[in-house]
Nanobody
Framework: VQLQASGGGLVQAGGSLRLSCVAS????????MGWFRQAPGKEREIVAA????????YDADSVKGRFTISRDNAKNTVYLQMSSLKPEDTAVYYC????????????????WGQGTQVTVSS
């Protein structure tokens, strides 16, 4: 599957952004989807994940209550709605797809998108 992420940009602290990731190739609904991020000098970390039918989600503690992951299987798209953004949310955000039915911090992607930069100014 090929993943194309978009929607990043520069936003002030407290603002919002919505990331999108469109998948092509094999059946989108067969994948657990997730969003990861990597800040400069830090390891890549999971932000959120969503089950194949969208019925189950996981949010990292650092974004809980501020970010929401969702998916539209008819559009082969997964979203990350980000609100109340903080400067520490600044990172490159990657969407990822996994064939393994793990929705949580142990998600192990099989495919990665190219990343989209999110910068939050104070």
């Amino acid at each position: 599957v090929q993943l194309q992420a978009s929607g990043g940009g520069l936003v002030q602290a407290g603002g919002s952004l919505r990331l999108s990731c469109v998948a092509s190739g094999r059946t989108f609904s067969g994948y657990v989807m997730g969003w990861f991020r990597q800040a400069p000098g830090k390891e890549r970390e999971i932000v959120a994940a969503i089950s194949r039918n969208g019925g189950g989600t996981y949010d990292a503690d650092s974004v809980k209550g501020r970010f929401t992951i969702s998916r539209d299987n008819a559009k082969n798209t997964v979203y990350l709605q980000m609100s109340s953004l903080k400067p520490e949310d600044t990172a490159v955000y990657y969407c990822a797809a996994s064939l393994t039915a793990v929705v949580g911090r142990e998600m192990r992607p099989d495919y990665w998108g190219q990343g989209t930069q999110v910068t939050v100014s104070s």
